[in-house]
């Protein structure tokens, strides 16, 4: 098959594992910059131009979008999409993804477990807010965070309400959340391919830290999870319409909990503290896929 990984840099673990394990099972594998495709959409026939050249002939396309450029990055994924390349995650659901307050929503909906979690918009009513979570201890978080960063623990009400307080004076966007506290500062990522957990970590935080992410000190180690945290991973990326994802649990006296869905998972952590081979699996996937004369996307870039 001839695929395209977008991805803003070929030297990534993630990409370049991905272009390795692809031309290993003998596929024409190509690293394109998101940022450098340019589209024609002023035709009946859309195309994607990269380099001077017209992108053609693809059967396959696996994103690699940062966060800081869903936007454009979605923008070029649905080109494809409405050329009818299939994608590994369709452009809907990577932007469903990317916006925490939309994804935990439509896990309610769904009845996925979840913290507790609130937003509001004015100061006037942070008081009933965490009242609304339970009160303290809680974790207030900004929508725009990632690695760890802007997710606080306010262990009163006090500290809770100034620090919602600034946040709000600063015109940045959070959600409140309910404090996990047993836990005990680990996450479990549960790796998703297809209607599988392929491989599943712990996180454990550092001592004295909440956060369990790798950036902020965090460590992974292999982990058995119950069939329960399974499905729950299963069903949550269904949910959000993603066949890859990383889906983030938190293990509660209720239950697993589930955090936040993850479009496009690193394979260095996972591959690391499981061994697996997690790039081949995706091949796997979209090999099968590929078999099936189904359309290749459900939405064709029409969402
Ligand atoms: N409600 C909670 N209860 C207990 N611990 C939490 C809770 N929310 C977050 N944490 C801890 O804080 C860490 C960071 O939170 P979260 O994953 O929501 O933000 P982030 O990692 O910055 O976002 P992203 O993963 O999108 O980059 C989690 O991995 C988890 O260990
Ligand atoms: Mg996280
Ligand atoms: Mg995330």
Known sequence: MKIAILSRNPSLYSTSRLKEAGEKRGHEVH????LRCYMNMATHKPTI??????????????????????FYGTAVLRQFEMMGVFP??????ISRARDKLRSLQLLSR?????????FAHSPDDIRDLISMVGGAPLVIKLLEGTQGIGVVLAETRKAAESVIEAFMGLKANILVQEFIKEAGGADIRCFVVGDKVVAAMKRQAQPGEFRSNLHRGGQASVIKITPEERSTAVRAARVMGLNVAGVDLLRSNHGPLVMEVNSSPGLEGIETATGKDIAGLIYSFIEKKSQEKKPSTRTKGQG
């Open 49 to 70: 131009h990269y380099q001077g050249q017209v992108l053609e002939g693809f059967d396959a396309i696996i994103p690699r979008i940062g966060a800081s450029i869903t």
């Open 31 to 34: 690293v394109i910059d998101t």
């Open 88 to 93: 590994l995650n369709e452009s809907v659901a």
């Open 110 to 118: 769904k009845g996925v477990g979840m913290p507790v979690t609130g």
